[in-house]
T-cell receptor, first 112, second 114 residues
Framework: EAQVTQNPRYLITVTGKKLTVTCSQN?????MSWYRQDPGLGLRQIYY???????DKGDVPEGYKVSRKEKRNFPLILESPSPNQTSLYFC???????????FGPGTRLTVT | AQSVTQLDSQVPVFEEAPVELRCNYS??????LFWYVQYPNQGLQLLLK??????LVKGINGFEAEFNKSQTSFHLRKPSVHISDTAEYFC????????????FGEGTQLTVNP
């Protein structure tokens, strides 16, 4: 089944404790992206990747890192999480040049 | 840069009534337009898209949307809603030359009441 998977689905952590949210897709998509969803703000792009080893900042990149060492994986790293990063995070992927994106199920992160 | 405004944050309707969710966009370049739906505790799913051609686009679950270039709008409609249509709906835009980047609106919560 074609899908985007994210892990974990739920995470509660404390300020400053490094964490990684994994994202994997099995559709051989070149493009991958991370969004955060906050009430009243819709989805805002954090980082995106056009292909392996090619990443770029989105609209709200501060406090986040990403890497794209393999085509299928695009982990999101929070080196020192803060409470304002409490949010619902989505990973998405698409074929290059095709603007339709496929979304993962989401990761709800709470930073206390 | 592009921007999207969804004009209603919440839309309550009764079952079997028609509904329209409004979306306006701003862009200095040609764009593609999308509507996504998010059911409770799930990811986003594509409802429909406008890439080119006919300005009336039909999607899944009986939804349709009309692209109006002069009014820079892409409103979503359904003639008769069901309880199961209760969800959050997002309008999104992508510049034709952008590669795949999407800009989303703030979302509209559609609640269908019996």
């Amino acid at each position: 089944e074609a899908q985007v998977t994210q892990n974990p689905r739920y995470l509660i952590t404390v300020t400053g404790k490094k964490l990684t949210v994994t994202c994997s897709q099995n559709m051989n998509h070149e493009y991958m992206s991370w969004y955060r969803q906050d009430p009243g703000l819709g989805l805002r792009q954090i980082y995106y990747s056009m292909n392996v080893e090619v990443t770029d900042k989105g609209d709200v990149p501060e406090g986040y890192k990403v890497s794209r060492k393999e085509k299928r994986n695009f982990p999101l790293i929070l080196e020192s999480p803060s409470p304002n990063q409490t949010s619902l995070y989505f990973c998405a992927s698409s074929l290059s040049g095709k603007h339709e994106q496929y979304f993962g199920p989401g990761t709800r992160l709470t930073v206390t | 840069a592009q921007s999207v405004t969804q004009l209603d944050s919440q839309v309550p309707v009764f079952e079997e009534a028609p509904v329209e969710l409004r979306c306006n966009y701003s862009s200095s370049v040609s764009v593609y337009l999308f509507w996504y739906v998010q059911y409770p505790n799930q990811g986003l799913q594509l409802l429909l898209k406008y890439l080119s051609g006919s300005t009336l686009v039909k999607g899944i679950n009986g939804f349709e949307a009309e692209f109006n270039k002069s009014q820079t709008s892409f409103h979503l409609r359904k003639p008769s809603v069901h309880i199961s249509d209760t969800a959050e709906y997002f309008c999104a835009v992508s510049a034709v030359q952008s590669g795949s980047r999407l800009t989303f609106g703030e979302g509209t919560q559609l609640t269908v009441n019996p």
